[in-house]
């Protein structure tokens, strides 16, 4: 099986719960457990809350693009932003680090990421963007219905 869509939507906190349920409905056909699917909504709030926070400064300006692709069992979820960039991604990435400390943020967002998927990778370069991309095989599958 193999399928494949893409969102765009404004860099505003409203559409983080539009997107997670997006890719949840999306990733359903291959009937995930529950856990699974869970998981997948929690990476997705993540990478997108960092987008609209972090990428854009919480300005309510940029677009913030999600795709995801499914293989076989295979789920690969892509979410970029055009937004500031990470000027250190080992640093960002260490648990407890936050730029927003102000925010009440945890600095917990790519390490959630990384526990709840196979692999991930993050590409930013500083006034450029950033594009997380997250990949997590699921234990089982439904059979395509053709």
Do not use: W
Not at 65 to 87: A, H, N, T, Y
Not at 97 to 103: A, I, M, R, S, W
């Amino acid at each position: 099986m193999k399928n494949e869509m893409q969102l765009q939507f404004l860099a505003v906190s409203q559409n983080e719960s539009f997107a997670r349920v997006a890719v949840a409905a999306f990733v359903a056909q291959l009937d995930p457990t529950l856990d699974e699917i869970t998981e997948i909504k929690t990476v997705v709030s993540e990478a997108v809350t960092n987008a609209i926070i972090h990428g854009y400064e919480n300005q309510g300006e940029g677009i913030i693009s999600v795709k995801v692709k499914i293989e076989g069992s295979v789920v690969e979820m892509e979410i970029r932003d055009q937004g500031v960039g990470i000027p250190d991604i080992e640093e960002a990435k260490q648990p407890l680090f936050t730029t927003k400390p102000e925010l009440e943020r945890s600095g917990m967002g790519f390490t959630i990421m990384e526990n709840f998927t196979d692999e991930m990778t993050i590409e930013s370069k500083p006034k450029e963007g950033t594009v997380v991309k997250l990949k997590k095989r699921l234990s089982k599958t439904k059979a395509p219905c053709n």
